[in-house]
């Protein structure tokens, strides 16, 4: 039998108020009144209960799943090759892939589309290039970009082809912010070369 919980207190609700159709009564506990629209298929036990497959025993000469050798199988895995009936069979793409393989994808983390976050780098690089820029009025913070110029510069050619984001997003924020570490390491190259030519002088 089902069981629906005051939704002030999180309590049980006693079994004659689903029997009566889930009509208003006050809480046991709290002494709030519920009410609720019940559907008839809640107050069934079998609501609860997946349905019930339908048999497909391998015929002879038909092959056999290979998880389950009471049905006949009806296709083959794309990454371990085993041949397995509907029931293990997870359409993943253009792939077919049996439920062990599909698990082994995902704990794995081996298929980029089971991915539930990445690093966005493009906002890195172009955080790690606008820092000297924000930091410019704090004059003890000018270091910055001797640390940060050549990361950005780094991290943006290391993840140019890296995927970007779950939702289709552009190369802009990676550009800009190589392009603003590439002219803040060569503003700091020709700083220094002004300061060694005029040494030389």
Not at 142 to 164: E, Q, V
Request: positive net charge; proline residues 8%; aromatic residues 10%.
């Amino acid at each position: 039998m089902a069981v629906v919980r005051c939704a002030f207190c999180n309590q049980p609700l006693p079994p004659e108020w689903l029997a009566g159709g889930g009509t208003a009564t006050p809480c046991r506990v709290c002494g709030r009144t519920t009410q609720a629209t019940l559907f008839p298929a809640l107050l069934k036990d079998s609501a609860a209960k997946p349905p019930l497959l339908p048999a497909d025993p391998p015929m002879e000469g038909d092959a056999a799943c290979f998880y389950n050798p009471e049905r006949r199988a009806t296709k083959a895995c794309h990454h371990c090759g085993v041949l397995i009936s509907d029931l293990w069979a997870a359409q993943w793409g253009q792939e077919t892939v049996c439920l062990k393989c599909l698990d082994h994808l995902r704990d794995k983390s081996k298929d980029t589309r089971f991915n539930s976050k990445r690093i966005l780098w493009d906002n890195v690089v172009l955080g790690l290039g606008l820092a000297p820029i924000i930091t410019l009025p704090l004059v003890i913070f000018y270091w910055i970009g001797f640390i940060t110029a050549p990361t950005a510069l780094i991290l943006g050619l290391w993840h140019w082809n890296s995927p970007r984001s779950l939702v289709p997003r552009g190369r802009w924020r990676l550009v800009v912010g190589l392009l603003l570490s590439f002219l803040q390491i060569a503003g700091v190259l020709g700083f220094f070369l002004s300061l060694w030519f005029g040494w030389l002088k």
